[in-house]
């Protein structure tokens, strides 16, 4: 059974960090592109980063230089470390597990149940 467990979600000021964390299991993490999508009230669930299995990563342009995706593939984790927070980054946090051709024939997707950032004063 494939679970991906997400955590480090809270309120926090303007101006703070948070680190999130999505643990995973039923899964041979090292095959897996990770990232981490968010959802606000309201709008559509969109890309804030995400890293190949071979740990390349890509951020969303509202993000870049703030957050930092890493893996840590002896741990089956991946991790969203959140600097310099805006109100406009509140959303529902999801981790999603993603394995691509050649590792299976079609696309295979997992995701987490969500944590909820909170960005005020």
């Known amino acids: 059974q494939v679970q991906l467990v997400e955590s480090g979600g809270g309120l926090v000021q303007p101006g703070g960090s948070l680190r999130l964390s999505c643990a995973a299991s039923?899964?041979?993490?090292?095959?897996?592109?990770m990232g981490w999508y968010r959802q606000a009230p309201g709008k559509q669930r969109e890309l804030v980063a995400a890293?190949?299995?071979?740990?390349?990563?890509n951020y969303a342009d509202s993000v870049k230089g703030r957050f930092i995706i890493s893996r840590d593939n002896a741990k089956n984790t991946v991790y969203l470390h959140m600097n310099n927070l805006k109100p406009e980054d509140a959303a529902v946090y999801y981790c999603?597990?993603?394995?691509?051709?050649?590792?299976?024939?079609?696309?295979?997707?997992?995701w987490g149940q969500g944590t909820q950032v909170t960005v005020s004063s």
């Open positions: 999603n597990a993603r394995l691509d051709p050649p590792y299976t024939s079609v696309t295979i997707t997992y």
């Open positions: 039923g899964i041979t993490f090292s095959r897996y592109a």
């Open positions: 890293s190949t299995s071979g740990s390349t990563t």
